[in-house]
């Protein structure tokens, strides 16, 4: 349906004059002066060709035909009103839907979320792991995790994702690299005989995280046993797990031996749950990066999440080395 209709400028300035029945209070209202409300309410007259006002000496009054035509002007107004506070109430109550990795997800993140929801307690926060955001053949964009997550037309998504970068489509940030270092319980390094150096690794269960210890990432045993120079160990001998929330769990209990993250072992091994024997990194092609979809970058939490985050990162990346 096409509607023609005067200006919105125009009517605004009729109600605001006709309510105060004055040219200069409703400048006043309206921030502009009283000639640009004068101005405003010939174009409208001239739009209709019938006058609104009658201008006296001193004063204002409404014709019969502006008399017929000020509550339904309001009542317009306020629809406008009522359509645009909707929408910015959506905007604000939606969901800030966060994908990213598992192991990121609770080794990291979530530790950290404490200071968010304090800063931010407004934002309705949802927080999904998924193996979709590493680095596989092709780069996920929103569409991809349809499976995991229903958006509704008030939400916003973002991606924290494990990959080689060179993402194009969103506002992308490298947060930080992921050098990945031996860990393992404390009681490996004092049982007897004792994990003192590389050379006693012969001795210990190589634990693999599946999820990201790849051809892709281009990080994995061989080439920690390589870098250590320890010779004669099978680099892929011992339990491999597909979830790396496993092999983390089973570092913790002494299993074996796992390489791991050093950003998300930082933790563990501040708090003594985990140690790092060897001063021994394996370089990873992969760092972690925020992706933030084009369509959902202006949005109010995500650029709140997005500072947050970012100066999370800049404080691992600054901090004492794990």
């Known amino acids: 349906m096409t509607f023609r209709l005067p200006p919105l400028n125009a009517l605004r300035a009729f109600e605001a004059a006709a309510r105060h029945m004055s040219f200069k209070n409703a400048a006043q209202e309206l921030s502009v002066t009283p000639t640009a409300v004068s101005h405003q309410i010939k174009l409208l007259e001239e739009f209709l060709e019938v006058p609104l006002f009658n ?169 920690w046993l390589k870098l250590a120079g320890v010779q004669g160990v099978d680099g892929q001998a011992g339990p491999h797990f597909s979830d790396s929330g496993m092999a983390y769990v089973a570092a913790l209990d002494g299993l074996g031996v796992a390489l791991a993250s050093k950003p998300l072992v930082a933790n563990a091994i501040a708090q003594g749950r985990l140690v790092a024997p060897f001063d021994i990194a394996v370089s990873q092609n992969f760092a972690y990066y925020l992706l933030v979809p084009d369509v959902w970058a202006h949005r109010p939490a995500v650029q709140a999440f997005r500072t947050w985050l970012l100066d999370e990162a800049r404080a691992e990346e600054s901090g004492p080395a794990a």
């Open 55 to 223: 201008r006296l000496t001193r004063a204002l009054e409404l014709t019969p035909q502006g008399e017929a035509m000020l509550p339904k002007v309001r009542e317009g107004l306020a629809c406008f009103a009522a359509a645009v506070e909707t929408t910015r109430h959506q905007v604000n109550t939606g969901r800030l839907v966060v994908v990213l990795p598992p192991s990121f997800a609770t080794r990291w993140l979530v530790p950290r979320l404490r200071s968010f929801a304090l800063a931010q307690p407004s934002i309705n926060l949802h927080v999904i792991r998924s193996n979709k955001a590493i680095d596989g053949d092709q780069v996920s964009g929103p569409a991809s995790f349809d499976d995991e997550v229903e958006l509704r037309a008030e939400d916003a998504m973002v991606v924290i994702r494990f990959g080689r970068g060179g993402y194009t489509g969103f506002q992308v940030d490298r947060m930080f690299g992921s050098d990945y270092i031996a860990v393992c319980s404390p009681k490996l390094v004092a049982e007897d005989p004792p994990l003192r150096v590389p050379e006693d690794m012969r001795r210990q269960v190589l634990l693999h995280d599946e999820t990201v210890h790849s051809a892709r990432a281009g990080s994995g045993w061989d080439e």
